[in-house]
């Protein structure tokens, strides 16, 4: 994923509306060389459910790991939190994790969920009000890869960062950096951010956990297709493209792939694109750290590491960063 620009240097004149935003990546990424689009469009309300079904397949082992380091490490997570502040996630989903977390936060002021996902992000936020109704919940319907207001009522709080899931993985290092210097100009000086990494490991465990056998990811990959065929008017055939998961060991990535089954041309809003049969999409990149290769890549974006965990068999892990003060 990349960090857009965009938006911020639009004059109020022409405004760019978020499905014109969608249309100029896909057709930019569709007439690229090679072929790419930013996953960040996988996250339609379809495509958040089908996440959710990710979530609890037994190949894709970074929920369930994370979880369990949440629960175990929960006393100490939040003894790094201030007491009143008010949380922001970004990339909330289904705010599972934050339901782990809250045991150990009694003092926590607000949670505020961002999260592309609009339909999606509204619906858990009603959800969690329900469960918590003593916990103020201020959800955002943002990108946070580009400028947005937090809510008026958390203004005065101290904030902390929540970034589980191993989200930053889908974006290139550089990005990454990029992205928690952003985080940081959002949360201030002294702020802590807990957030989520997954784990070099080897390739038979990685490639499984992105090509499962119910064919769940590949239903994930696909749904691109079909939402830009949704919202796009999109003329693809799915059936007519096949996912792809690779470990690409020298980047120390996962790569997803959509390749085309034969040749073809596709159209979306009426210009078209040719693939060559075997040609691909490049869809995702989910990249995996060290312990230390992490450590390295916040403390050039500004941020120092105060704590990391990790589970027994070291799939996963959790760090707790402080930005300079
Ligand atoms: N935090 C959850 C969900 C991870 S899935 C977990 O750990 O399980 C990634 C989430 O980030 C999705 O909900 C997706 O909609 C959201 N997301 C991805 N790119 C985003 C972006 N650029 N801006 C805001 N949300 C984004
Ligand atoms: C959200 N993100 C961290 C997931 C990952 O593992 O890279 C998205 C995903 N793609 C395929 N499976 C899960």
Redesign the pocket.
């Known amino acids: ?1 990349t960090i857009d620009p965009r938006l911020s240097e639009t004059s109020p004149a022409a405004p760019i509306t978020e499905n014109g935003l969608f249309l100029a990546d896909v057709w930019d990424g569709l007439a690229a060389n090679p072929k790419a689009l930013p ?2 469009y996988f ?1 339609d309300a379809a495509g ?1 459910e089908l ?1 959710e079904q990710i ?1 609890v397949l037994p190949e894709y082992y970074p ?1 369930r790991t ?1 979880l369990r380091i949440l629960d175990e490490r929960g006393p100490a997570i939040a003894a790094l939190l201030p007491e009143g502040a008010a949380l922001v ?6 705010t ?2 934050l339901r782990r977390l809250l045991r150990h936060l009694p003092g926590l002021a607000a949670y505020v969920p ?4 609009g339909e ?1 992000l509204t619906a858990q936020a009603e959800t969690l009000r329900g469960d918590f109704p003593d916990l103020t919940v201020e959800p955002v319907v ?4 580009r400028p947005f207001g937090l809510p008026e009522g958390v203004k005065d709080k101290a904030l902390a960062g929540f970034f ?2 191993s ?1 930053i993985g ?1 974006f290139e290092p550089r990005e990454a950096g990029r992205l928690l210097d952003v985080f940081g100009r959002i949360l201030g000086p002294g702020a802590v951010l807990v957030l ?1 990494v997954d784990l070099v490991k080897d390739r038979e465990v990685l490639e499984a956990a992105y090509d499962d056998a119910a064919g769940v990811t590949a239903a994930f990959n696909l749904n691109l297709l079909h939402r830009i065929n949704r919202e796009l008017d999109g003329e693809i055939d799915p059936a007519r493209f096949t996912h792809r998961a690779v470990f690409n060991a020298e980047a120390s990535r996962i790569e997803m792939h959509l390749v085309s089954r034969r040749a073809q041309t596709i159209r979306v809003a009426g210009r078209s694109f040719a693939f060559a049969e075997g040609e691909s999409i490049h869809t995702e990149n989910s990249y995996k750290y060290t312990l230390d290769s992490f450590r390295a890549l916040a403390a050039r974006a500004g941020w120092t590491s105060a704590e990391a965990w990790t589970d027994r068999d070291g799939l996963f892990s959790v760090h707790a960063l402080r930005r300079a003060g």
Request: charged share 20%; proline share 3%; aromatic share 16%.
């Open positions: 994923m996953a960040k996250y958040s996440f979530t929920t994370e996630e970004f990339g909330s989903g289904s599972a994790k961002v999260d592309v996902s999606f943002a990108d946070f890869t589980p899931g989200t889908n989520g």
